[in-house]
């Protein structure tokens, strides 16, 4: 059986709300993922292990490191 924390690893990214600025938008009508305030300080990216890292790709080119 995989390993849960390995599987939510390549379907889920957690950010900084605010490395989101401006980006939000354009990432939910480009990529077939959720955005949502996981609290008030992080968000959370949540897609197919496919879509999560066309997105890792994507916030690397507009300057966010992604963990």
Known sequence: M?????LRDSTEIVLPC???DGLSEELEAEFTITVFDADDVHCRIIGSPVEIKAVSDFLARH???VP
């Open 18 to 20: 605010a490395a989101l």
């Open 63 to 65: 300057g966010v490191s």
């Open 2 to 6: 995989p390993d849960p924390a390995r």
